[in-house]
């Protein structure tokens, strides 16, 4: 079992940054692929952006540039490092584990509001 911690979303002007954290508990953390995906009003939750347990990472084309994923296995944490933050930014944000060695466990944490506006 698997708990999932966002902490670090709020409100922010376009073009500022953010930085988003996800602690995780219960488990080990090194063997879990961790994500962070997001979900606007009246949209499909989407992939924002995942670090697999060896570091390679994947970005939604619409993140790339501007956005860093990064984890700090000793701390059980993930951060996702949001810079020249756009409106179309604005979203609930969640971190994401999934196991590396069998893909159906995977975990939600319970989500941080992420608002660009000026």
């Known amino acids: 079992q698997v708990q999932l911690v966002e902490s670090g979303g709020g409100l922010v002007q376009p073009g500022g940054s953010l930085r988003l954290s996800c602690a995780a508990s219960g488990s080990i953390f090194r063997a879990y692929a961790m994500g962070w995906y997001r979900q606007a009003p009246g949209k499909q939750r989407e992939l924002v952006a995942r670090?697999?347990?060896?570091?390679?990472?994947n970005y939604a084309d619409s993140v790339k540039g501007r956005f860093t994923i990064s984890r700090d296995n000793p701390k059980n944490t993930v951060y996702l490092q949001m810079n020249s933050l756009k409106p179309e930014d604005t979203a609930v944000y969640y971190c994401?584990?999934?196991?590396?060695?069998?893909?159906?466990?995977?975990?939600w944490g319970q989500g941080t509001q992420v608002t660009v506006s000026s």
């Open positions: 994401n584990a999934v196991h590396a060695l069998s893909p159906s466990t995977n975990y």
């Open positions: 670090i697999a347990p060896g570091g390679h990472i």
